[in-house]
């Protein structure tokens, strides 16, 4: 092999590969530059006080637990949603002929000891709410609801659905309880508890 055939052959080979110099391309590039500016920019705006319910219908009260005892702090509203809106309805208004209303209702604004033996004890027979006449069961809540709440349900039925008539207070609800220990069955309607009324 002469020294000009070996110069030759080398001349044939491929030269080495080698890597090329290839850019992310620009469209990838801009959509995550962008997603990462949106992400900073939503971490940077969001409000972590949000009202809860909007998305977690836990409060702060139900995730703290509420403390032992501290049923001074009954809530009305949640003690009516939990116990009476099922018959009552979200507005107080009842369902005609089925369940008298509490708006407006002259057994809700009227004589709170009253008031608090309907819930006590429930209430059957014929009852006249709003000039309707009802005939229907009311069930007790002696049991279910203690003095506190009893009268924060009340308040709050007092205060609501457009009515105005001021608050129930534990004492009313306790000494109502003590006067009428005996008494094991729902009130007569109109009968009984008309001779309630002091
Ligand atoms: C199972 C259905 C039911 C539930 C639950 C219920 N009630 Fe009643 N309630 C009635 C019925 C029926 C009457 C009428 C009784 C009658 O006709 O003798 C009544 C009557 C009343 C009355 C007297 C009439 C009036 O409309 O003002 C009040 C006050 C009252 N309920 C409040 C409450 C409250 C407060 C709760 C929740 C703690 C509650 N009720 C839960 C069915 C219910």
Known sequence: MTKQ?????????N?????????????????????????????????????????????????????KGATASANGAE?????????????????????????GSEWVLGDEKVLANILLHGVTGKLTVKQSEYNGAMPTFKGKLDDNEIAATLSYVRSNFGNSAGPVT?????????QSKERTTPWNGDDDLSKLKH
């Open 15 to 67: 030269p080495d590969p080698h890597e090329k110099n290839n850019p992310i391309p620009i469209a990838v590039l801009a959509v995550v530059v962008s997603l990462f500016a949106w992400a900073v920019y939503y971490i940077v705006t969001t409000q972590h006080d949000d009202d809860p319910t909007l998305g977690d219908r836990r409060t702060l009260a139900t995730l703290q637990g509420k403390p």
């Open 5 to 13: 055939q070996k110069h030759l052959s080398r001349e044939r080979e």
């Open 170 to 178: 534990a004492d009313i609800v306790k000494s109502e309880r003590d």
């Open 79 to 103: 003690l009516y949603a939990a116990n009476c809106v099922a018959c009552h309805q979200a507005t107080g208004t009842g369902i005609p002929g089925a369940f008298p209303p509490l708006a």
